[in-house]
């Protein structure tokens, strides 16, 4: 059936496929030699034309910004949009070894406004016992008004031509959507910290024989962490928390394979962009303990009062000698000191031993993960999952 007309020609684990036990594990195709790949773009409709977005530039990156701020991803209500920074942007977009050529845009050839963009950035990513080059592809986004002209499947694979031109052969997505054929699915859970406002945007409701200020005292959170020795991470701490890290990360099914480059560029403290505390012991001065989150703010669609939500991701947490309860209930204190109005936490790794507890409730937003050309042989629990996309 229409269902996944594009999706059915391409590389990916099938649903008819699904628990065919005679289908290997790994890549689905072999890599072709460079001269096999496709040397010149892939045709658009004739208003449109190709263009790679340097994020560099002020001004391209503020193209970017409110391509995304207006049309990116909303809710199943349309009552909130991602509003990535554009600092933000600048970090996802530029680990060690990105190529610009990955930040694909598409103008109208009249005005030149940009009215797509997709992009790639390399990874090494570990599947099992295999580490694998890989592209995590994302920023997938259409201006409303061209939508249903079928250009995301055109880029899609303009973009799959420029990663196979760098001999990657392998990629790594989500999607809010089913698409063929996750390899898990996941689940949003949010942390109230400013309940009144979640309430007032009509995120949050007041729970039955609920009043505001017995739900403001519900969520309400001491004003210091609990941990002796929790303190922000250093630039000098990088070789201890890769170690830490990479041991942590090893346990999974999917994880990345982080190395002191990538620890420093993805979880080195940057202002209204990333976040990452650590605990050192006062005693030993070992660092036994890390975690950390992102800021992704989302525009609140039609609130008198409110125009933005200030939400905070959790991304790689590890504990070997704090509880993982007391590190995140850590974290949640210091992201409410910083003033932000949700923490957001999918049920991936060991996630779910503290959602509970602290208080997040299950969000509606489902996450896919999916893997281009590359076969698993059955879906993974999302504990197995050791993998977080921004
Ligand atoms: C509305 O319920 C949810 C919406 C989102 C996404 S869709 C567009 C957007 O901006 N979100 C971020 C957000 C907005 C509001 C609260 C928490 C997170 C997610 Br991810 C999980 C949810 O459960």
Known sequence: AKKHKFWETQPVGQFKDVGDTSLPEGPIEPPTTLSEVKQEPYNLPSPYEWTTCDMDSEETCNEVYNLLKNNY????????????????????????????????????????????????????????????????????????????????????????????????????????VVLPTPITTCQYWHRSLNPKKLIDVGFSRLGPRMTMSRTIKLYKLPDQPATPGFRKMELRDVPAVTRLLRNYLSQFVVSPDFDENDVEHWLLPTEDVIDSYLVESPKTHDITDFCSFYTLPSSILGNQNYSILKAAYSYYNVSTKTPLLQLMNDALIVAKKKDFDVFNALDVMHNESFLKELKFGPGDGQLHYYLYNYRIQNALRTSELGLVLL
Not at 153 to 163: D, F, L, N, Y
Request: charged fraction near 30%; proline fraction near 4%.
């Open 73 to 176: 991803v909303e809710d199943d209500e349309n009552m909130f949009r991602f509003n990535y920074s554009k600092e933000f942007l600048r970090w996802a977009l530029r680990p060690p070894g990105y190529y610009k050529s990955w930040h694909i845009g598409v103008r109208a050839k009249t005005s030149k406004k940009l009215v797509a963009f997709i992009t790639g950035v390399p990874a090494r990513i570990r599947v099992r016992d295999e580490v694998v080059k890989m592209a995590e592809i994302n920023f997938l986004c259409v201006h409303k008004k061209l939508r249903s002209k079928r250009l995301a499947p055109v880029m899609i694979k303009e973009v799959t031509r420029r990663v196979h031109l760098e001999n990657i052969w392998q990629a790594a997505y989500t999607a809010g």
